[in-house]
């Protein structure tokens, strides 16, 4: 379970990278921040194409962002937004793969603009979730690789 302060590090970098979101067709700038394993935390905003459907959501983005990094596992996921939003379901299986690495339940938190939030797990989250067996062992292979 993450600490009152570690949410609020995570608030503070999902509210910075809500503020650079690139939202032209919607205009909804959403904010995440994940906190790995390692204790360090990545950020991500949405990001909106002309052509509908080549965008991206702020949580794959802050995997993504991890990732680049050369961090797999995480502890928490956060979403920053106007009201509490949890993330869709796109996001939660996207998230689930790197649970998948250490079956270490993932913490998400939903939180407004005042700071605000909610938790729940990945796993109470999405309870049904696509589980790969094929690829199981290559997944495993990326824990503790960083």
Do not use: D, W, Y
């Given at each position: 379970m993450i600490?009152?302060?570690e949410?609020?590090?995570?608030?503070?970098?999902?509210?910075?990278?809500r503020e650079r979101a690139f939202v032209l067709r919607s205009n909804h700038p959403i904010?995440?921040?994940v906190l790995t394993?390692?204790?360090n935390i990545f950020d991500g905003c949405n990001i909106e194409s002309i052509i509908m459907g080549?965008?991206?959501c702020a949580e794959q983005n802050a995997i993504n962002h991890a990732i680049i990094h050369g961090e797999h596992e995480f502890k928490a996921l956060l979403t920053i937004d106007e009201t509490k939003t949890y993330p869709c379901g796109?996001?939660?299986q996207y998230l689930y793969q790197f649970f998948q690495i250490d079956e270490q339940d993932?913490?998400?938190?939903a939180a407004d603009l005042s700071g605000a939030y909610e938790v729940a797990s990945l796993?109470?989250?999405l309870p049904h979730a696509y589980k790969t067996r094929q690829h199981l062992d290559r997944l495993r292979s990326f824990r503790h690789s960083f």
């Open positions: 600490n009152p302060q949410i609020k590090n995570l608030v503070a970098k999902a509210r910075l990278s904010g995440a921040a394993r390692s204790n080549l965008g991206s796109v996001c939660l993932i913490e998400i938190i796993t109470s989250l």
